[in-house]
């Protein structure tokens, strides 16, 4: 499964740290408030508060996807066993645990979102001024969650 991974996955992780800063660079980071609601999010997360959200735009292509950071004490492998039970309710949900973090991903062929994946750490996220997608902490009994959402072109 790994193979599909696409930029909602794949660009948050390699750039991870790097936010664009000239016109030249062909993916644009922008930090979003912790406000902003994602159009789909998944059951397990209603009512959590994100730590960061970013939005990168791939101006070649025109691809957006926006990346919700969210972090809570709970033993890693519990957490993954009940937001995988919790999403194989929904249709389409892939799963790969082959080694952290484990990834669970679907493509969508209607609506407003066109991919989710969320990868699933054992770490805690803090807010950092060093960072501001947040600071990642190896911390037993915690638990760090990437939501990545690919937005649907807009048809004019």
Known sequence: MRIFISLAIALPLASYGQI???PNQSTV???????????MLPAPFAGKT?????????????R???VYRFSWAENFEGAVAR??????????????DSKPPAILDRKLAKGPVKYQALLLNPAKLVKSAKDPRGERIAASGWIWVSYNEERRPVKK
């Not at 980071?29 to 159009?39: D, F, G, N, R």
């Not at 939005?55 to 292509?61: G, I, S």
């Not at 937001?83 to 790969?96: F, H, Q, T, V």
Request: proline share 5%.
């Open 20 to 22: 664009a800063k000239s």
């Open 29 to 39: 980071e922008t930090m979003l408030p912790v406000s902003t609601k994602a159009l």
């Open 50 to 62: 994100p730590v960061s959200v970013s939005e990168y735009n791939e101006r070649k292509t025109g």
């Open 64 to 66: 957006i996807v926006r």
């Open 83 to 96: 937001i995988r039970k919790a999403l194989s309710k929904e249709a389409g949900w892939k799963y790969d």
